[in-house]
Every structure is written in C-alpha cells, then in structure tokens.
T-cell receptor, first 110, second 114 residues
Framework: SQKIEQNSEALNIQEGKTATLTCNYT??????LQWYRQDPGRGPVFLLL?????KEKRKERLKVTFDTTLKQSLFHITASQPADSATYLC?????????FGTGTSLTVIP | DSGVTQTPKHLITATGQRVTLRCSPR?????VYWYQQSLDQGLQFLIQ???????AKGNILERFSAQQFPDLHSELNLSSLELGDSALYFC?????????????FGPGTRLTVT
C-alpha cells in the first residue's frame, strides 16, 4: 500500500527564517500531491495542490516542489511567523484511496 | 469556518455500543469523505461518497458503515465499539469526485469509548 513519510522530528525555527518540510512517498506515482495545515483539535485546512507536470507552485509565502523522480515534495514557508506554527500534512490519491502523511509539527520561535 | 458541519462534537460511550456521526457538506459539494485520526495512526481514510453513491473505500472496519442521503448529508455508523475506536472522526467535502479537488474538513467528532 502507499506509504507517505514526513519529517519525523518536530521542526523549530526562528521567526523570519524559511521552514522546509519534506514529504516522501513510495509504491505509487501520484498525478498530484496536496498540502494541508492542521491546528490542534481542528480539521486540516487545504493549502496547495501541485500536479506531476508542475515542478513548483507558489502561493504568497508558500512554495511547493514536486520531484516525481525522487518521489518527494518539499514545502517551504518563507519569512516564517509564529502564526505559522502548526502541523503540516501532505496527501495524495493513489488507487482510489486517499493517503495522508503523519505530519510535521512546525514551531516558529519569536 | 470551512462550511462543513459535524455533530456531535463530543461523544462518550461504552464498549459494545453503537453510535452515529453526522456530517453536512459545504453547499454545492457532492463528495463526502470520512477519516479517522488517532495519535498513533495519523489521518486514515475510511470511505468516500459522491452524490449518494459509494466511490472509494479505505481501511474501514466491517463494524463501521456509512451512507450519503439524497440531501447529501452523510452519516457514519460505528457499532460493537472497542476501546481502540476512540479517535477524532473527520468528515470532509469537495466539489468533485477526483482528488484534484481540495477537501474542506469539518471540526470533527471526538469519540471516547470507555
């Protein structure tokens, strides 16, 4: 079955720096990949979708890359702010199933 | 506010019991998804409905069942509950069938089985 791995460790960065989160997947070649943000006790919120034919996608301070050869997506938050502190999940659809990674917990320190 | 509503917010019940979780999708969304999130398992896809029909099935136990009604709201039925079923259950909705559409998640129902 599909396996998605995200940074296993929590990520702590200083305000203003760029946070980079990693999502690696196996056993399938998804046509697209999605990123969500989840705050404690709340439902995930959609951030970005990137398709296999797109190398990079941007939205304000967010940037996502998709390397189908490496089977990896990178999620960047530039000029990070304490309000960016949350858990970030990557997700993909494979064989009519929806798979989410376990998420990376990001803390931005003022 | 995503526009997806879920009831109840919290549910405490005993092992062996049966419960029903309810979800109303965003206005105009035809797809409804159910997910289970526990601390050790992350977000697990259970099942998807599109316009009243089951479209995709994940790791949903036989003790669990779901349906989507003509008004597009959905219910997830959990029976013969076990301690391990304690989790946050999320419903999500999207406009279309395929996963290229972003999913809007509800606030979740926290189920505690004692």
């Amino acid at each position: 079955s599909q396996k998605i791995e995200q940074n296993s460790e929590a990520l702590n960065i200083q305000e203003g720096k760029t946070a980079t989160l990693t999502c690696n997947y196996t056993n399938y070649s998804p046509a697209y990949l999605q990123w969500y943000r989840q705050d404690p006790g709340r439902g995930p919120v959609f951030l970005l979708l990137i398709r296999e034919n797109e190398k990079e996608k941007r939205k304000e301070r967010l940037k996502v890359t998709f390397d189908t050869t490496l089977k990896q997506s990178l999620f960047h938050i530039t000029a990070s702010q304490p309000a960016d502190s949350a858990t970030y999940l990557c997700a993909l659809e494979a064989g009519n199933q929806f798979y989410f990674g376990t998420g990376t917990s990001l803390t931005v320190i003022p | 506010d995503s526009g997806v509503t879920q009831t109840p917010k919290h549910l405490i019940t005993a092992t062996g019991q049966r419960v029903t979780l309810r979800c109303s999708p965003r206005s105009g969304d035809l797809s409804v998804y159910w997910y289970q999130q526990s601390l050790d398992q992350g977000l697990q896809f259970l099942i998807q409905y599109y316009n009243g029909e089951e479209r995709a099935k994940g790791n949903i136990l036989e003790r669990f069942s779901a349906q989507q009604f003509p008004d597009l709201h959905s219910e997830l039925n959990l029976s013969s509950l076990e301690l391990g079923d304690s989790a946050l259950y999320f419903c999500a909705s999207s406009v279309g069938l395929a996963g290229t559409y972003e999913q809007y998640f509800g606030p979740g129902t926290r189920l505690t089985v004692t």
